[in-house]
């Protein structure tokens, strides 16, 4: 495998020591992030790492 399949361009949040309360905001955070792309957008990983 190669290793730069294993990379992310978005570090891991440790999120082993946050509230119960702190997760839960977080999500709805997240949450309120859905629907925010066109329904016809189509993620190109390609495309990406070409720029």
Known sequence: M???SEKS????ADTSELSA???SKLFERLRAL???????FKFDR??????
Do not use: T
């Open 2 to 4: 190669n290793d730069e």
């Open 9 to 12: 361009a978005v570090p891991k």
């Open 21 to 23: 309360r702190d997760r």
């Open 34 to 40: 859905r629907g925010r792309l066109p329904s016809d």
């Open 46 to 51: 390609d495309e990406a790492n070409d720029r």
